[in-house]
T-cell receptor, first 112, second 116 residues
């Protein structure tokens, strides 16, 4: 299974873009990159996912390097409500379907 | 649309007591999961199910049992609770990978369990 490495914490000024990096150097060709976030003690929330191409939705953008060994989640205009732990996850392709393993994540603090 | 609902939300047990956590989803999802999260840690998979009547072990299955008698429900049981099982438990569900391969998990709000 591919492992991910994320910085334990980051700060971002309100209104600025938050760029959260993730390293997944052992990712295999059919594994996807997923991002989730967990606000305070709530259940994790899906943000975005991708395989090779960059992706964008109403919440964020996902930039995956050409060699797929790293990616960056971009929150274009961070707000105080974006303060959360962000998990970068590589999907395990097996018979368990969409089973995902969560690591420690990055604690993003958005400051006024 | 309730999504994923967990009951109870809070429970305090004494060592050796038993209890069951119930997870219910109304999205007709095939896959369901139980995770635990300890303070300051990520989520660890306890057990999962890929369909009604099936269950499988995850990363930390010891001390827990599960059942999936109905597609919409996934039960997590503690037969003899231990203080090490004090944690927040999250249930999640997702659609069949063949039908809607987004990999998105839908989580419940968590069940906070304390074992004294």
């Amino acid at each position: 299974d591919a492992k991910t490495t994320q910085p334990p914490s980051m700060d971002c000024a309100e209104g600025r873009a938050a760029n959260l990096p993730c390293n997944h150097s052992t990712i295999s060709g059919n594994e996807y990159v997923y991002w989730y976030r967990q606000i305070h003690s709530q259940g994790p929330q899906y943000i975005i996912h991708g395989l090779k191409n960059n992706e964008t939705n109403e919440m964020a953008s996902l930039i995956i390097t050409e060699d797929r060994k790293s990616s960056t989640l971009i929150l274009p205009h961070a707000t105080l409500r974006d303060t959360a732990v962000y998990y970068c996850i590589v999907r395990v392709p097996n018979n368990a379907g969409n089973m995902l393993t969560f690591g420690g994540g990055t604690r993003l603090m958005v400051k006024p | 649309n309730a999504g994923v609902t967990q009951t109870p939300k809070f429970r305090v047990l004494k060592t050796g007591q038993s209890m069951t956590l119930l997870c219910a989803q109304d999205m007709n999802h095939e896959y369901m999961y139980w995770y635990r999260q300890d303070p300051g840690m990520g989520l660890r998979l306890i057990h999962y199910s890929v369909g009604e009547g099936t269950t499988a072990k995850g990363e930390v299955p010891d001390g827990y049992n599960v059942s999936r008698l109905k597609k919409q429900n996934f039960l997590l049981g503690l037969e003899s609770a231990a203080p090490s099982q004090t944690s927040v438990y999250f249930c999640a569900s997702s659609d069949n990978a063949d039908r809607a391969d987004t990999g998105e998990l839908f989580f419940g709000e968590g069940s906070r369990l304390t074992v004294l």
